[in-house]
């Protein structure tokens, strides 16, 4: 994750992550790029648009993560789009073949959650 910086510095101090969150972040944070969810993912094709449950996985990551809130709306808005996490068939392929043992529905489960919340804000605004 990155944070968009306005004229060459980041806005001081940043938050702080605690040990308490730090060690639940931990799980997420395991995660190597290696492809495997994706493989094992049915919904996850060559022409298809979804993101994947990898994807997935670090908006949770980065949305939770003190710095990474700060771009938490604009991360979900993305995953809410067409190809996001509305399109997760939830089959936990993804979670038996993991070799991190990152908890990739876990993961999903949480942004999906919030991307409920934020429709919910849009009508009672």
Known sequence: AWLP?????????LPRQSPEEQQALDAMGRCMSCGACLEACP???????????????????YNRHP??????????????APGGVADCG????????CPAGVPLLDS????????????FDWFTK
Do not use: D
């Open 43 to 61: 919904k996850f094709t060559q022409y298809g648009n979804f993101v994947g449950p990898a994807a997935l996985n670090q908006v949770e990551l």
């Open 90 to 97: 939830k089959a936990q392929n993804c979670v038996r073949v």
């Open 5 to 13: 910086v306005e004229g060459g510095r980041a806005q001081l101090p």
């Open 108 to 119: 999903i489960q949480a942004v999906s959650r919030e991307a409920t919340r934020h429709i």
């Open 67 to 80: 710095v990474g809130r700060l771009g938490a709306r604009e991360r979900l808005e993305s995953v809410m």
